[in-house]
């Protein structure tokens, strides 16, 4: 999303606030079909659907390739919306049907993160090198190359989780709080209105160019990935509680170091600390959720408020940004990230108690 919103902004002759509703529009579209299809999710024909999804998504990116005025290319980006939420949905779901959910986290993350930091060279290659606007093309190949792999993913939950789901038809099942789920959104609001505006900042307050800060955020993206290694060994040894409080720490520090600085070499640095702490705390999160409902829904569900906190981010960060300055927004971001972590630390905690339950085959409670 950083490359496409100064794309946006450049393409159209967009204000920072109106990039961001563009950006948005694709987020929110993302968030609202992700929770939509939280309970489809956790049934079979996840593949099926994933693929689905991706065909939606590649005519969205087309379109949005050859718009030339901005309802055009709101239209085609929340076409793009609708089909990454179906994907993500099943995608996220699966996790929690696996043996190891962390260690599916872990490898999940990794490969996206590896996907992202090409993403992050190709897009904007593309859009300097051929035409501005043909950075959606190279995401609607990345769609198509998604097809052959969504194949892998599990098809349904568990034989062993029959019976919770069979309680989540008839009612009795617990559903996620909406204190988690709104602490989740407001968190990846933060995390992700900040990203979405990396590049921009750092070519305003660094004097970066913009080929150099695109190779900086895949650098760091790419040397984040110390934190999906690095946060499952902390949790063992530390539990997971006291890691992830840890993680979100650093992280809020460094996300508001990121965003008021004028000095490029402390902004490489804190941009590559910010993706390392983001990665362990989402890896975190993700397992804890799966520890919680097998059946993949409580993940679900918390991807699509994580996409719900996306959509909104960039167009709140981008008020902020044009209205308070950067250094009133660098103390929002980090005081918004301690207090939304507290309700997704509440439920990491419930998730260490239950573990000795899940040991025993019994379906644990969501909380």
């Not at 099926?48 to 939606?56: E, H």
């Not at 989780?161 to 968190?187: D, F, Y």
């Not at 965003?259 to 397992?287: E, R």
């Amino acid at each position: 999303m950083p490359v496409f919103v100064e794309d946006i902004a450049s393409r159209f002759r967009m204000s920072d606030s109106e990039s961001g509703l563009v950006a948005a529009s694709q987020l929110l579209a993302t968030a609202v079909v992700t929770l939509a299809m939280a309970e489809r999710a956790t049934r079979p024909g996840r593949v099926k659907s994933a693929r689905l999804g991706l065909l939606v998504a590649v005519v969205g990116f087309v379109g949005a390739t050859f718009v030339s005025d901005p309802v055009s290319l709101i239209v085609a980006n929340l076409v793009i919306g609708v089909g990454l939420g179906m994907v993500y949905a099943m995608a996220t779901a699966a996790l929690a049907s696996t043996d190891n959910p962390d260690r599916a986290s872990t490898l999940t993350v990794v490969g996206t993160v590896c996907a992202t930091a090409l993403l992050l060279v190709a897009v904007p290659a593309a859009n300097q090198n051929l035409t501005e606007g043909f950075g959606c093309l190279v995401m609607g190949v990345a769609c198509l190359i998604g097809w052959p792999l969504v194949g892998r993913l599990p098809d349904a939950s568990p034989p062993q989780v029959t019976e919770v789901v069979q309680e989540k038809k008839t009612g009795t099942a617990p559903r996620p709080s909406a204190v988690l789920l709104t602490g989740m959104a407001l968190l990846w609001a933060v995390t992700l209105g900040a990203w979405s505006y990396a590049s921009v900042l750092g070519h305003e307050h660094t004097g970066m160019s913009s080929s150099d800060l695109s190779i900086v955020l895949a650098v760091s993206s790419v040397a984040a990935l110390v934190g999906a290694v690095v946060g499952p060994y902390v949790a063992q040894r530390l539990g997971r509680m006291r890691s992830l409080a840890g993680f979100v720490v650093v992280q809020a520090v460094s996300m508001a170091l990121l965003v008021t600085t004028h000095s490029s070499p402390l902004f490489i640095v804190m941009s590559v600390v910010w993706q390392a702490t983001q990665l362990a705390v989402l890896i975190q999160t993700l397992g804890a959720a799966a520890v919680l409902d097998s059946t993949g829904r409580l993940v679900a569900s918390l991807s699509g408020a994580s996409a719900l906190g996306v959509g909104f981010g960039p167009l709140l960060v981008g008020t902020f940004l044009d209205t308070l300055g950067i250094t009133v927004l660098g103390v929002l971001l980090g005081m918004g990230t301690f207090v939304a972590s507290l309700p997704i630390l509440k439920m990491t905690v419930s998730a260490s108690e239950s573990i000795p339950a899940a040991e025993r085959d019994e379906a644990p409670s969501v909380q």
